[in-house]
Each structure stands twice: as C-alpha cells, then as structure tokens.
C-alpha cells in the first residue's frame, strides 16, 4: 500500500482482523486490540451508516462519553477524531453514565457513543453506539459491518496508534446535569427524607449521579469505597468481596438500602436493610411495578415471579442483550399500549415510552439505566409502608442465582451446549439427565438463548455462552434460597470438568 494512498477496509474484515467484535452491548475486545485504528474505522462506519440512512447529516453533533478504566480517554480521543473526519462535530459528555449520554442524544437528535467495557476487567473495553432514538439493534449492527471505510495515510502508525491525536473538546457539563435533572423533576421534594443510603462508589461513572440526586431528594446519603483503580462490578455476578463489604456497612452503619452500579452507570446494585444485595431480575419487576407498567420485556432467563405476581397486561421474553428487550418494546408500542418497559438480569431498566404517575412525567429513556431502580424500589417501599426486605416478601418465592466460568472459549461453550441438542427432544432430555439427572426429569427446553431446562419440580439450568467475553454463564432458579445456591453450585462444578 502506498504511503499516499487511503486505506480501504471493510469493517467485517477488521472485526476478524483486530478480534472486536459485537456482542450483546456494542463492539468489545482487548484494550490492546482496540487501537485508535480500529476505533477510528469502527466510529466511522457508524457515522457513514447513519448518513445513509438519514439519521444523522454531515455537520450534526455526535456526543461522546466514558468510563474510568485507564484506556476510556485514549479511545475517547479516537472516537472523536473519526466524527471529525466524518464531518461531524464530536461533544464531550466526560465520565458520565451511559444512559446520561444517550439520554442527551435522544433529547437533542444527535447519535451518541459510549466508550465502555460495562463490567468486565479494564484490560477489555468497548464502544456502545446510540442513533439519535436509542442503542443500534441487531440489524443496525448488520448495516456497519458491511461498510466500507476510508482512512487517509498517515494518520495512524504501524501499531495503529494515532500519530497525531487531537485532544477532545471541553467537557458539556451540561449533558451530566440533565441527567441528574430528570429524577428530579420526576419524583417529588424530599420525597427520600428520612432514609439513609450508602452509596458503594467504588470506580462507577454513576457513584457521582447517585450522590446528587439521593441526596437532592432528601436522604441521608453516605460514599463507601471509592476507588481510583478500575473494578470490575458485575451486577449477575456480584464478587464474594462486595457480597461481604455490603453486609458489614449495613450492620456498623445502620442503612435503609446500599446502591452502586456497574462500571459505566447502567446496571444497579440494590440492597435491602441487611446489606443484602437483591437480584437484577426482581429489582425490575419491583421497579416496573412502582411505575405502573403495562407492558414488560425481559430475556428469557429473568425470574419467573413476573409472570407468577400477575401484576402485568404483558410480558415479553426475548433473547439476552438489550437490543432484544427493545425489539420487544418496539412490538409492544406498535400493538398500541403505553407504559412499556423493559430490563434485564443484570438489574438494567429500560423505558419505552413516557411514565405518567403523580402528576409527573418521566421521559422515555429505552435504554439501560441504574438509577430508576433504587429510587423506584424506595419510593414503592414507602408506599407499602415497609423495609425493602418486606418488600421481597410480596413477590411470589422463586429465587434465583447465576455464576460464570472465565477464560472458557465461547467455541468450546457452544459445543459443550450443543452436546444436549440432538434433534429429537427424548434423546435430547435423556443426554441432559445424564448430566444433570440429580436433579429429576426434564419437564421442557428453551432454546431462545443458549439452553434453559426446566426440571418437574420447577428447577431452572440455563446455559449461555457470554456475548460479551469468553465465559459461559449458568442461571438457575429454585423454590427457595438455600435450593437455588446448592443448584448453583453444582452446575459449576459440573461445567469446571467441561474445560478437559
């Protein structure tokens, strides 16, 4: 190629290139993977994809944000000098929450990038990508792969680093204060007075929003752990370390509930009063209850308490990832109701459509957010006129669990899952019991993402390669709280021998 030239290059032959790759929550890959180069050609392709489709034109804003994990600047920079070269203008939201820079998006009409690795270790991140409605979906994904981009000669060097970076502009403030408006134009004056929250900072772009607005709201707000090291909190699959730090806050310092979120501020952690941290997927059934929700959508390995509690006109399974939970929302707009919203296991709530309640009206925001959910499950708490742990007991009892296996390449989980798919559902029920035949008869199967086997005494197994990293996830569901831990384990220990 010549010094001179452009290159050209297609961003499915990058994606095989470099190993970034899509997955359920935008582009990932190693930090090392992910050099200005590649960041530069995938942020263009979004732009160029967006101007076909009339969504975006030449000369419009793009915002941009991040997260604090210590490669979030550089590819932040990255982004940016792509939307130039795209003829666009880039907007610098900071270290804010994703739902932050997507809300600013949606608000204005502007497309939006999230610079973000969510959960996982700071040597991945990621990139997650917002047309002026809303997060791409799947077919979207499909339209930038197939593009071809242009990158002039000489703008990166051998190893793919920019030769000359162009720092970004001054931070918007103005992005994360809406933000941090939007709460509180929604729920009423001092309407958290009287309760005292902890808030688990530790590296969350969130842990400064919750500050504000819990505290704007009249609770009696406490920092606990803040960290200027990355950590990766993952909300299905909380760490024995904050599973322990959450139970001695709440008993040295007495709190009404301890709130933090992942790494980019879309997925919560929400505790009771003993420090114990509730599930993803009862958070958001409990959330769109206090919203008066008519439509739900949630993937197929979310509890079976929101079908069970009968509080809903409709519920949507779907695939895992939230591009499904919003395809789901979108059918339900269409089918003419309203109040439609959407979460997930790891605690994300999405809305769809404008919520009115008390004469107020929060905006839709179809994309995860971890802020609604502590606020809504306060404020319902409240309402009902008992602790979060009284709360729980209203739902109907099926508990749930989930664990991972790292470092398990998604082939191998893929094949290993494969094992129990024979074509015939006899043959395909007599090779599952034969793994996991302690735990009776299988009853059915679902095949919507990964495979869910559901046993005769209800007993849930749900085996799911990671869209994210190379991990499987196994989920699991019981009729109590000891049950579903011992069901857990058990499945661990058996997946553990499927490494050989």
């Given at each position: 190629?010549?010094?001179?030239?452009p290159?050209?290059?297609r961003?499915?032959?990058?994606?095989?290139?470099?190993?970034?790759?899509?997955?359920?929550?935008?582009?990932?890959g190693?930090?090392?993977s992910?050099?200005d180069?590649?960041?530069?050609?995938?942020t263009?392709?979004?732009?160029?994809?967006l101007?076909?489709?009339?969504?975006?034109?030449?000369?419009?804003?793009?915002?941009?944000?991040?997260d604090?994990?210590?490669?979030s600047?550089?590819?932040?920079?990255?982004?940016?000098m792509?939307?130039?070269?795209?003829?666009c203008?880039?907007?610098?939201?900071?270290?804010?929450?994703?739902?932050?820079?997507?809300?600013?998006?949606i608000?204005?009409?502007?497309?939006?990038?999230m610079?973000?690795g969510?959960?996982?270790?700071?040597?991945?991140?990621?990139?997650?990508?917002?047309?002026?409605?809303?997060?791409?979906?799947?077919?979207?994904?499909?339209?930038?792969?197939?593009?071809e981009?242009?990158?002039?000669?000489?703008?990166?060097?051998a190893?793919?680093r920019a030769?000359?970076?162009v720092?970004?502009?001054?931070?918007?403030?103005?992005i994360?204060?809406?933000?941090?408006?939007?709460?509180?134009?929604f729920?009423?004056?001092?309407?958290?007075?009287?309760?005292?929250?902890?808030v688990?900072?530790?590296s969350?772009?969130?842990?400064?929003?919750?500050m504000?607005?819990?505290?704007?709201l009249?609770?009696?707000v406490?920092?606990?752990?803040?960290?200027?090291?990355?950590?990766?909190?993952?909300?299905e699959?909380?760490?024995?370390?904050?599973?322990?730090?959450?139970?001695?806050?709440?008993?040295?310092?007495?709190?009404?509930?301890i709130?933090?979120?992942?790494?980019?501020?879309d997925r919560?952690?929400?505790?009771?009063?003993?420090?114990?941290?509730?599930?993803?997927?009862?958070?958001?059934?409990?959330?769109?209850r206090?919203?008066?929700?008519?439509?739900?959508?949630?993937?197929?390995?979310?509890?079976?308490?929101?079908?069970?509690?009968?509080?809903?006109?409709?519920?949507?399974?779907?695939?895992?990832?939230?591009?499904?939970v919003?395809?789901?929302?979108?059918?339900?707009?269409?089918?003419?109701?309203?109040?439609?919203?959407?979460?997930?296991?790891?605690?994300?709530?999405?809305?769809?459509?404008?919520?009115?309640?008390?004469?107020?009206?929060l905006?839709?925001?179809?994309?995860?957010?971890?802020?609604?959910?502590?606020?809504?499950?306060?404020?319902?708490?409240?309402?009902?006129n008992?602790?979060?742990?009284a709360?729980?007991?209203?739902l109907?009892?099926?508990?749930?669990?989930?664990?991972?296996?790292k470092q398990?390449?998604?082939?191998?989980?893929?094949?290993?899952?494969?094992?129990?798919?024979?074509?015939?559902?006899?043959?395909?029920?007599?090779?599952?019991?034969?793994?996991?035949?302690?735990?009776?008869?299988?009853?059915?199967?679902?095949?919507?993402?990964?495979?869910?086997?559901?046993f005769?005494?209800?007993?849930v197994?749900?085996?799911?390669?990671?869209?994210?990293?190379?991990?499987?996830?196994?989920?699991?569901?019981?009729?109590?709280?000891?049950?579903?831990?011992?069901?857990?384990?058990i499945?661990?220990?058996?997946?553990?021998n499927?490494?050989d």
């Amino acid at each position: 190629m010549s010094t001179s030239s452009p290159e050209t290059t297609r961003i499915d032959e990058l994606m095989a290139q470099s190993g970034v790759k899509f997955g359920t929550s935008g582009a990932r890959g190693l930090a090392t993977s992910m050099t200005d180069r590649v960041c530069f050609a995938y942020t263009l392709a979004f732009i160029r994809y967006l101007m076909a489709t009339g969504d975006i034109k030449p000369g419009d804003q793009v915002a941009i944000a991040g997260d604090y994990r210590p490669s979030s600047p550089r590819i932040m920079a990255a982004v940016a000098m792509a939307v130039r070269a795209a003829g666009c203008q880039p907007v610098n939201g900071g270290f804010i929450p994703t739902p932050a820079i997507a809300l600013h998006g949606i608000h204005h009409g502007i497309a939006s990038l999230m610079v973000t690795g969510s959960h996982i270790p700071d040597d991945r991140n990621g990139i997650k990508f917002n047309k002026p409605s809303g997060e791409i979906l799947k077919q979207d994904e499909r339209g930038i792969v197939a593009i071809e981009v242009e990158i002039a000669a000489g703008l990166f060097n051998a190893q793919g680093r920019a030769v000359a970076p162009v720092p970004l502009p001054e931070v918007t403030a103005s992005i994360y204060q809406a933000y941090v408006q939007r709460y509180l134009d929604f729920f009423p004056t001092a309407c958290l007075s009287g309760l005292r929250i902890g808030v688990y900072q530790h590296s969350s772009v969130a842990r400064d929003a919750m500050m504000d607005i819990f505290t704007d709201l009249g609770a009696e707000v406490v920092a606990l752990g803040r960290s200027d090291v990355f950590i990766p909190v993952d909300t299905e699959a909380v760490r024995a370390e904050d599973v322990a730090l959450a139970k001695q806050w709440a008993s040295e310092q007495r709190f009404d509930c301890i709130i933090s979120a992942d790494g980019d501020g879309d997925r919560p952690l929400v505790s009771d009063e003993h420090g114990h941290w509730l599930r993803g997927d009862v958070t958001g059934i409990l959330c769109a209850r206090y919203l008066g929700a008519i439509a739900v959508a949630t993937p197929v390995s979310s509890n079976s308490a929101l079908e069970k509690s009968a509080w809903f006109e409709r519920i949507d399974r779907t695939r895992i990832g939230s591009p499904f939970v919003i395809a789901a929302m979108q059918q339900a707009l269409d089918a003419g109701l309203d109040k439609v919203v959407g979460y997930e296991a790891n605690g994300g709530f999405l809305i769809a459509s404008d919520i009115g309640l008390n004469g107020k009206i929060l905006p839709a925001l179809p994309t995860r957010d971890a802020v609604i959910v502590p606020l809504a499950i306060l404020m319902l708490a409240k309402q009902e006129n008992c602790s979060i742990s009284a709360l729980l007991q209203q739902l109907p009892q099926r508990y749930s669990s989930s664990d991972r296996l790292k470092q398990f390449p998604t082939e191998l989980s893929q094949a290993r899952i494969s094992a129990f798919d024979l074509g015939d559902f006899e043959q395909d029920k007599q090779a599952i019991e034969a793994v996991f035949g302690q735990f009776g008869r299988v009853k059915s199967l679902d095949r919507t993402d990964g495979l869910r086997m559901t046993f005769e005494n209800d007993e849930v197994v749900h085996l799911r390669p990671s869209g994210n990293a190379p991990e499987l996830r196994c989920y699991n569901e019981a009729a109590s709280e000891t049950r579903v831990l011992v069901l857990n384990t058990i499945c661990m220990e058996i997946m553990a021998n499927w490494r050989d």
